[in-house]
């Protein structure tokens, strides 16, 4: 119903129907990166970079679950260009759809999330905000939820909460010098399709190192079990 213009919208609760996680869902990406003056292109993407950006296409897949600490987590397989990309584990709990850990096959990097972070609250309400802290290193993130709003990517037309998380991560650039870079993320997430935009930003003292746009290209919900 419209009133005054704004569109009047019930809370997005997170159940297990509305963060699809069933084994065989699918999720097609169309990923856009720039850097800037600062930093460069690496591995693969060095190969493939036109005009100073990357243009390619990611594949994410529900692979199955692995247990880490006495929880039950939903492996995520990413891959570009027939590898494997990345691997992210996941869980929907009653405190929120949860990150627990991620490996990234482009950089050869792991990061562990000690708690799991948060990454959607139960009731995305906007203006809702909380935090997140490393329980063993200086690492550090916000979150904050905006309004409902209707987007549209290659994939169509959807409303959409967008989350946006503001990071600060110390970056070693020399033996002795380490400097904070500045994380900024906005996720724009979709209730029984997941995320279906996200904008990546890297930054130290102001000045951009990459720019990472990835946007939903098609969604396949797992079959239905016959």
């Known amino acids: 119903m419209l009133l005054s213009g704004c569109v009047l919208l019930a809370p997005l609760n997170l159940q297990a129907q509305d963060y699809p996680l069933a084994s065989g869902t699918r999720w097609t990406y169309h990923l856009h990166k720039d850097v800037g003056p600062l930093a460069h292109f690496e591995g693969e993407d060095a190969r493939v970079a036109k005009n100073g950006t990357v243009e ?48 990234d096959y482009v950089t050869q990097s792991q990061s562990d999330f000690d708690p799991p972070e948060v990454l959607l609250s139960p009731t995305l309400a906007p203006g809702e905000s909380w935090t997140w802290h490393d329980r063993n290193g200086p690492a550090s993130s916000k979150k904050t ?4 709003e209707q987007i549209t990517v290659p994939a169509g037309s959807y409303r959409a909460v967008s989350v946006l998380t503001e990071m600060a991560l110390p970056l070693q650039i020399s033996a002795t010098q380490i400097v904070p870079m500045n994380v900024t993320m906005t996720q724009w997430f979709t209730p029984g399709v997941g995320i279906v935009k996200q904008d990546v930003r890297f930054e130290i003292n102001g000045h951009m190192l990459s720019h990472n746009l990835m946007t939903l290209e098609k969604f396949e919900g797992a079959a239905a079990p016959k």
């Open 145 to 148: 939820v905006s309004s409902p």
């Open 56 to 103: 390619t296409t990611l594949v994410a897949q529900v692979a199955g679950t692995e247990e880490i600490n006495g929880r039950t987590y939903t492996r995520v397989e990413t891959t570009g260009a027939g590898k494997l990309a990345n691997i992210d584990w996941y869980a929907l709990t009653p405190t929120g759809f949860l990150h627990r850990r991620a490996v």
